[in-house]
């Protein structure tokens, strides 16, 4: 939870949102269609989300709700350990081995 004991501290939550069409959405679209659009949507939110990692999460201390995180398997196991290691410095370590 975002806490402090100084009442002039300031915290914010933010959101990345990017929807995904269902056929219900694109009736005259073919199944290959739906599909691609849904990749690249989806490409492009892990784009944006990886800008804004780098760009700003360290900087301001921003921290990713726990059941948004997902491991980046498709990068290799470099980006695998670098994720493990934020999650760790970001939520400490005794934090982490309780869900272990």
Excluded at 4 to 17: A, P, Q, T, Y
Excluded at 27 to 32: L, R, T, W
Excluded at 70 to 94: C, I, N, T
Aim: negative net charge; aromatic residues 10%.
């Amino acid at each position: 939870p975002v806490y402090s004991k100084n009442l002039e501290d300031v915290h914010s939550w933010i959101g990345i949102i990017m929807y995904l069409p269902t056929a219900e959405e694109l009736p005259q679209s073919a199944d290959d269609e739906i599909a691609a659009r849904r990749t690249a949507i989806t490409s492009e939110f892990k784009r944006y989300r990886g800008l804004c990692e780098s760009a700003l999460w360290e900087k301001y201390g921003a921290k990713e709700h726990w059941a948004k995180i997902e491991l980046p398997w498709e990068d290799g196991a470099d980006a695998v350990r670098a994720k493990a290691k934020r999650v760790r410095q970001s939520l400490g370590d005794e934090n982490v081995r309780r869900f272990q």
